[in-house]
């Protein structure tokens, strides 16, 4: 096989070893169930509580206010549709923005069409709420709002901690969907005044299919699974230990690594974004320039067809994505791009490149070097280009 380039980190990032070396012995050796009270389900039920605890040291909460699920999507699900039944009495009003992840955005149709009154925030230019925004929507029956830390195409980073202050000010939950934001800013869940976050072990180098919901103490939520008396009778189900304990060493080493992590791939970032501008025309940055992912890049490229670039990369061994890796495979544009006030043909042109911690400077120049020819190839074939340009190629 050929070179290959991974630039996708924001759909999933590879299993750091040591991350798996702490699982191995959770799928062998140390098999007991968490539940049971003999010498086997102690062992186990000690490496379950170690994970808590790591995952709790690493956002600034208790242990007991940590919960494991089966994914991000799950906690998105349960943080929203959990508060909403559970709190129905005070109202059935909850607040979000019109660029959330489709576990959030689907789970709030959901609710809507359950008689739930859900307001989709409009965002920016950049994909930002204002906090003065979400100030205004709140009324006697808001019970909620979910506004994600930071969005997984465009990489903008909300103003979490002001939200955080207007919610705790009107006495309305607060949960961010946090699933890109874990490893690569700090979050400290009381300085932000978070009442609910959800994270997912895959986004930063643990293994996928295991997340975690932040419940802060006090917070009236209804359980998501319902059978066995799993996670002190809030998430049913016999734990998934061997990629519990992967998540706790993952996030334990994401926030021991956070600044040197950052602060390299942020680098990738600019040089990339940088060199995409410098050699490219009618090229557009989608997201905020400095509110942003260290390791997201995201760029619409007029006259082109994101589908064609992605294939075209691909055949260069370069992996990247057209709006989220959930949206690729449906013809639809991205509703984040088109929220950002994109034309559907922008929408369409877009790339989103994502950089993780095993990616270097010279990978970077080989997609600098292979992304302007791969473009004006795509151009030279679009009617529309050659129209613009005068019957013009591009050179
Ligand atoms: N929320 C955001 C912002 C995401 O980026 C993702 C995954 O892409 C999810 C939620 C879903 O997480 P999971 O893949 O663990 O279900």
Same mark, same amino acid.
């Given at each position: 096989?050929?070179? =290959?380039?991974?630039?996708?980190?924001?759909?999933?990032?590879?299993?750091?070893?040591?991350?798996?070396?702490?699982?191995?012995?959770?799928?062998? &050796?140390?098999?007991?169930?968490?539940?049971?009270?003999?010498?086997?389900?102690?062992?186990? $039920?000690?490496?379950?509580?170690?994970?808590?605890?790591?995952?709790? #040291?690493?956002? %600034?909460?208790?242990?007991?206010?940590?919960?494991?699920?089966?994914?991000?999507?799950?906690? @998105? /699900?349960?943080?929203?549709?959990?508060?909403?039944?559970? /709190? +129905?009495? $005070?109202?059935?009003?909850?607040?979000?923005?019109?660029?959330?992840?489709?576990?959030?955005?689907?789970?709030?149709?959901?609710?809507?069409?359950?008689?739930? &009154?859900?307001?989709?925030?409009? *965002? @920016?230019?950049?994909?930002?709420?204002?906090?003065?925004?979400?100030?205004?929507?709140?009324? &006697?029956?808001?019970?909620?709002?979910?506004?994600?830390?930071? %969005?997984?195409?465009?990489?903008?980073?909300?103003?979490? $901690?002001?939200?955080?202050?207007?919610? !705790?000010?009107?006495?309305?939950?607060?949960?961010?969907?946090?699933?890109?934001?874990?490893?690569?800013?700090?979050?400290?869940?009381?300085?932000?005044?978070? &009442?609910?976050?959800?994270?997912?072990?895959?986004?930063?180098?643990?293994? #996928?299919? *295991?997340?975690?919901?932040?419940?802060?103490?006090?917070? !009236?939520?209804?359980?998501?699974?319902?059978?066995?008396?799993?996670?002190?009778? =809030?998430?049913?189900?016999?734990?998934?230990?061997?990629?519990?304990?992967?998540?706790?060493?993952?996030?334990?080493?994401?926030?021991?690594?956070?600044?040197?992590?950052? !602060?390299?791939?942020?680098?990738?970032?600019?040089?990339?974004?940088?060199?995409?501008?410098?050699?490219? @025309?009618?090229?557009?940055?989608?997201?905020?320039?400095?509110?942003?992912?260290?390791? %997201?890049?995201?760029?619409?490229?007029?006259?082109?067809?994101?589908?064609?670039?992605?294939?075209?990369?691909?055949?260069?061994?370069?992996?990247?994505?057209?709006?989220?890796?959930?949206?690729?495979?449906?013809? @639809?544009?991205?509703?984040?791009?088109?929220?950002?006030?994109?034309?559907?043909?922008?929408?369409?042109?877009?790339?989103?490149?994502?950089?993780?911690? +095993?990616?270097?400077?010279?990978?970077?120049?080989?997609?600098?070097?292979?992304?302007?020819?791969?473009?004006?190839?795509?151009?030279?074939?679009?009617?529309?280009?050659?129209?613009?340009?005068?019957? +013009?190629?591009?050179?």
């Amino acid at each position: 096989m050929g070179r =290959r380039v991974y630039l996708d980190n924001a759909a999933t990032t590879f299993t750091r070893k040591e991350v798996v070396d702490e699982m191995l012995p959770y799928f062998t &050796d140390i098999y007991g169930n968490p539940s049971s009270v003999h010498s086997f389900g102690r062992e186990a $039920k000690k490496a379950l509580e170690t994970a808590r605890e790591r995952v709790a #040291k690493a956002l %600034n909460a208790q242990s007991s206010e940590i919960f494991f699920t089966s994914s991000g999507t799950e906690a @998105d /699900n349960w943080a929203i549709k959990g508060v909403a039944l559970a /709190n +129905q009495k $005070k109202g059935n009003h909850i607040i979000t923005t019109s660029i959330e992840h489709h576990a959030v955005l689907h789970t709030c149709q959901y609710l809507e069409k359950q008689g739930f &009154d859900i307001t989709y925030l409009p *965002v @920016d230019q950049y994909g930002l709420v204002t906090p003065e925004q979400v100030k205004e929507a709140i009324t &006697d029956k808001t019970v909620l709002i979910s506004i994600m830390f930071a %969005n997984n195409e465009i990489g903008t980073i909300m103003p979490i $901690k002001e939200i955080g202050a207007i919610a !705790k000010e009107r006495g309305v939950y607060f949960h961010t969907d946090a699933v890109q934001a874990v490893g690569n800013i700090p979050i400290d869940v009381n300085e932000l005044n978070v &009442d609910l976050l959800s994270l997912s072990g895959h986004k930063f180098y643990g293994p #996928k299919g *295991v997340g975690a919901l932040f419940v802060r103490r006090g917070v !009236k939520i209804h359980p998501f699974m319902h059978g066995g008396a799993q996670e002190r009778n =809030r998430r049913a189900g016999t734990e998934n230990l061997p990629a519990i304990v992967g998540l706790g060493k993952a996030i334990e080493i994401a926030v021991e690594k956070l600044p040197e992590h950052a !602060k390299q791939v942020s680098k990738l970032r600019d040089k990339l974004i940088k060199g995409i501008m410098e050699k490219i @025309d009618y090229v557009h940055l989608n997201g905020h320039p400095e509110k942003r992912l260290p390791g %997201n890049v995201n760029f619409s490229f007029e006259f082109i067809e994101g589908e064609s670039l992605l294939l075209s990369l691909d055949l260069k061994g370069i992996a990247g994505s057209s709006g989220s890796a959930c949206t690729s495979g449906s013809l @639809d544009p991205s509703h984040v791009l088109l929220a950002i006030g994109l034309s559907h043909e922008l929408a369409h042109g877009s790339l989103r490149l994502t950089i993780g911690e +095993q990616n270097t400077e010279e990978e970077i120049d080989y997609v600098l070097e292979v992304l302007p020819d791969i473009v004006q190839r795509l151009r030279e074939m679009s009617p529309l280009f050659n129209q613009k340009k005068g019957g +013009q190629l591009y050179v």
